[in-house]
């Protein structure tokens, strides 16, 4: 059980890594795919909010208040892409 568990965290935490990095990567280097894309601005949306939704529902204070700056990060940025 106990690896079960160390399993779970681990895949949760590279999946939260790989997105962010991902994410990250196109805001710094190929901006205008990330923020003239519909698809992937909602993809990276959902992807947050359902996020805290999980980090509210099963994780400790930490995780959620770190998603949440993460996702009002990630609308400020769209915000201002549409300036």
């Given at each position: 059980?106990?690896?079960?568990w ?9 999946g939260?890594?790989l997105f962010?990095?991902i ?9 205008q ?13 959902v992807m947050?909010?359902?996020?805290i ?6 994780f ?10 993460s996702?009002v990060?990630?609308v400020?940025s769209i ?5």
């Amino acid at each position: 059980m106990w690896r079960c568990w160390m399993g779970f965290n681990a895949s949760h935490s590279m999946g939260l890594i790989l997105f962010g990095l991902i994410y990250g990567y196109l805001a710094l280097t190929h901006d205008q795919l990330l923020f003239r894309s519909p698809f992937l601005l909602l993809v990276g949306l959902v992807m947050l909010a359902c996020l805290i939704v999980v980090c509210r529902l099963y994780f400790f204070r930490a995780p959620l208040i770190g998603v949440s700056i993460s996702f009002v990060f990630y609308v400020v940025s769209i915000v201002l892409s549409r300036v």
